[in-house]
């Protein structure tokens, strides 16, 4: 829950300073060098402050109404929907901001007319373009942030993975069961509907910090920094909570698709480099040893008919109270000299 509320926090904050600069960029440009053709006449060091205001209160307003849109709906309703929703509530958020200005101007700036008269100023309509385009924008921004993961834009702008470095993550390997035998009875399109819904679902995930790597057929690579996945058990929760969710839906999961899908994992935790690839795609890649061992835990599932398994590396620094581990042996995997010891979790205290 505590990462959930940061996450929030987060799409608020990104929509405040964009929505200020948004408004401080509109009065820099109006306000330097140019005249005023509306009747309402400002000074440029009021025009910044008012930006500085507006940028906070519709910043808010405008995270949470997109805090809303991803939480409650965009599973829910189809794309043509989604911009049609999108469109009344840009044109109620510019129908706010009229009416905000409009109330500033009267009592702060002593102006007197009626709130017609002040909607269509001249030159009012190349403001609410402007405004419009920038709601637009930062849209656009927040659905790259999505496709790319938490703060991966930031990071990218930055700079931060054009020189590959090193990082100490985990790394689970989640994938569906009896795959084949889901597609062979639902065919292709409805196999695929399956699999959207569940990877919304593992949507959840997030409430443990999990950083959604890569999909992979029917197949998910999630990821934490090591400090996050050990916090809390973030990286074992994140795999039950995922599981509970499913069983939550087991009626929609049994109507929709006549079965529940079940999903195993393998975890490990190490040393990886990461960097960006890719010159017309660009992807935030992950290298190394690491995540071919999680892939390879992950395959010995079935062969000891378990559910999740983890590298004796990463059990070692995981709080031992909450779970139950079952030591299962060191195990030779395809491509490794070394043996790694394997062991088996479940819900309940040692």
Known sequence: MKFKTKRKRGIIRDYIVGWTIAFLFLSIVRGVGTIEVSSVQFEFWETILVSIIFGLFFGSISGYAQILIEERYYRRISMQRLVVYRLLYAILFLFLIILFSYVMVTQFFGEVKGLLDFAFEPGSSAIYFYIISA????????????????????????????????????????????????????????????????????????ENEAE?????????????????????????????????????????YHDSYNCLPFFKAGLNTGIVTVTEVGKYKKEIAYHGDTINTAARIQGLCNTFNQELLVSGNLKKQLDNSRFRFKELGSISLKGKENQVSIYAVSRGEN
């Open 135 to 206: 709601d637009i924008f930062m849209l656009l921004l927040r659905q790259v942030s999505l496709m790319l993961g938490q703060d991966n834009l930031w990071k990218l702008f930055k700079g931060k993975f054009y020189t590959p470095r090193e990082e100490n993550r985990i790394f689970m390997f989640l994938d569906l069961q009896s795959s084949t035998q889901h597609a062979e009875n639902l065919g292709h399109i409805k196999y695929s509907k399956m699999i959207q819904d569940c990877f919304n679902d593992l949507g959840v995930v997030v």
């Open 212 to 252: 959604i790597y890569q999909y992979v057929g029917d197949e998910v690579i999630l990821t934490w920094r090591l400090k996050d996945g050990l916090r809390n058990q973030n990286c074992l929760n994140a795999y039950f909570n995922f599981k509970n969710r499913l069983i939550k839906k087991q009626k929609y």
